[in-house]
């Protein structure tokens, strides 16, 4: 296309961006083994206090300047693993001891790709320069990846990035959140009493946590129960509180230095390509919601981000045939009253999924998108769709031959998006000779765009490895989607 260009703005992971993460000797990330923390606490002791401080002379001059305060992180190190021994050791002494239980994370060592860009805060003016949030798939040692975010702005003059911050955190308050209509979604697929099940909910507002619950359940008058509150109730609720989650970073804590690090068992090994989306649900009422996928090692989970400010974020697990499998991208509205979804269930095709409530996608129809030869293999969205007055544009990726990814681009019908009205005939992007190279080679691939001042502006991973952006003319996409 004559309009699109790529930028020389090349966006790559800053191995100095380091988490102090506690250190377990014996019991390591791959390696799993037995604690050896008494043997080391014992060596630490056996050494004289000229030794002590001569140790810390030379760790600390090296390490203070990569964390705002490296010494409270040794000194919390120092008391969580020791809470059971008996030290009796000085302050100094605890502060090497836990030096030798810590260890740095480069959180984008390995990689920085599969970018997803959305306003923050929203479109003021076309003519005035757009600030955007974008969030980041950052991987590190063990192929650990975690969600990290930047700041910038669009505008017809160029596209700039914030610099990151030396620093990052995943420091936050952390804790158990429970929602009603997922409760009870979840019930009906157990086979739960829903009716003595409604009673109970009927106590409590849409989010509470479970020691609400709990309180609940105490009070609760069981008479007007069919059955008391079951095992088999409390076992489904039990199960849907270890995997939904609220974070709370500190409010003086910048955005880009915030990471989204693995917290349930479903998630342990990585939090993989969120697809951000500002969603409006009334005139004035816009939250922030994304999908990503959870991965623990062996299976993936598709599970969902929300925010109104980046600093507050709920995390649940999606449910549902739509929900399968990896690459669901919410449409940013309801339609016809219902949230609408971008599923690629069966891991090969494009659908259109269904929810009443935003977390279980009940159906799942296909897309008839008539494939092209670069996208044979399989094919998904790269991201949630964008509303013109065309229809919903949606960008896409296909694999095709030696597993070249590519991009392209559909148009989707604004009131009944289950109809494809148009389909770019060749590729939007391919990787060229500078994106090819990289941790998997000859990919592009994108977690979400936006458009500003009729310029659709794309930001993509390439090669799994770096990022870059494209740009072009939605009027002269949209006369190419046939």
């Known amino acids: 296309?004559?309009?699109?260009?790529?930028?020389?703005?090349?966006?790559?992971?800053?191995?100095?961006?380091?988490?102090?993460?506690?250190?377990?000797?014996?019991?390591?990330?791959?390696?799993?083994?037995?604690?050896?923390?008494?043997?080391?606490?014992?060596?630490?002791?056996?050494?004289?206090?000229?030794?002590?401080?001569a140790s810390l002379e030379r760790i600390m001059p090296f390490f203070e300047h990569r964390h705002r305060d490296i010494s409270e992180k040794f000194h919390t190190h120092f008391h969580v693993a020791t809470k059971l021994l008996n030290t009796g050791a000085t302050h100094e002494r605890q502060l090497l001891i836990?030096?030798?239980?810590?260890?740095?994370?480069?959180?984008?060592?390995?990689?920085?790709?599969?970018?997803?860009?959305?306003?923050?805060?929203?479109?003021?003016?076309?003519?005035?320069?757009?600030?955007?949030?974008?969030?980041?798939?950052?991987?590190?040692?063990g192929h650990i990846s975690t969600i990290v975010f930047r700041t910038g702005r669009v505008s017809r003059s160029g596209i700039e990035v914030d610099p990151a911050s030396p620093f990052v955190t995943t420091e936050a308050t952390r804790s158990a959140v429970l929602r009603s209509r997922m409760i009870h979604r979840a019930a009906i697929e157990a086979g739960v009493d829903t009716g003595d099940l409604n009673v109970v909910l009927g106590l409590l507002p849409e989010k509470f946590s479970v020691e609400d619950l709990s309180a609940a359940l105490t009070q609760l008058d069981t008479s007007g129960l069919r059955n008391a509150p079951s095992n088999e109730l409390m076992s489904v609720i039990s199960h849907i509180a270890l995997n939904c989650y609220e974070i709370?970073?500190?409010?003086?804590?910048?955005?880009?230095?915030?990471?989204?690090?693995?917290?349930?068992?479903?998630?342990?090994?990585?939090?993989?390509?969120?697809?951000?989306?500002?969603?409006?649900?009334?005139?004035?009422?816009?939250?922030?919601?994304?999908?990503?996928?959870?991965?623990d090692g062996t299976q993936i989970v598709c599970r969902a981000l929300e925010t109104d400010n980046f600093r507050e974020f709920s995390s649940m697990h999606m449910t549902g045939l739509g929900a399968q499998n990896k690459g669901l991208a919410f449409f940013p509205e309801r339609i016809q009253g219902r949230f609408a979804a971008l599923s690629r269930y069966d891991g090969e095709s494009m659908y259109i999924s269904w929810s009443d409530d935003g977390y279980h996608w009940n159906h799942a129809d296909p897309l008839n998108t008539q494939r092209q030869w670069w996208e044979l293999v399989h094919e998904g969205n790269c991201g949630p769709p964008i509303a013109t007055e065309a229809g919903w544009l949606v960008l896409t990726h296909g694999a095709g031959p030696v597993r070249e990814y590519a991009m392209g681009a559909i148009l989707l019908d604004l009131n009944d998006p289950s109809q494809v009205i148009g389909k770019l005939k060749e590729p939007l992007l391919r990787p060229d000779a500078q994106e090819r190279n990289g941790y998997v080679p000859n990919v592009v691939y994108s977690c979400g765009s936006l458009i500003h001042d009729g310029t659709l502006v794309i930001p993509y991973g390439f090669s799994d490895w770096k990022i870059r952006f494209a740009t072009l003319e939605v009027d002269e996409l949209l006369e190419r989607l046939v």
């Open 1 to 53: 296309m004559k309009s699109l260009q790529k930028s020389n703005l090349i966006l790559e992971g800053n191995p100095e961006r380091v988490l102090c993460r506690m250190f377990i000797p014996g019991e390591e990330e791959l390696i799993r083994g037995t604690s050896r923390i008494p043997q080391v606490v014992e060596r630490c002791l056996a050494l004289s206090d000229d030794e002590v401080t």
């Open 98 to 141: 836990g030096a030798y239980l810590s260890q740095e994370y480069a959180i984008e060592g390995a990689a920085y790709f599969n970018p997803s860009i959305v306003p923050y805060p929203e479109i003021v003016s076309p003519n005035v320069p757009q600030q955007f949030l974008m969030t980041v798939r950052a991987v590190g040692e």
């Open 248 to 295: 709370d970073f500190p409010e003086k804590s910048e955005i880009s230095e915030r990471v989204l690090w693995p917290t349930v068992a479903s998630e342990r090994r990585g939090m993989e390509d969120a697809r951000f989306t500002m969603m409006r649900d009334g005139e004035d009422s816009v939250r922030y919601r994304a999908t990503y996928t959870g991965f």
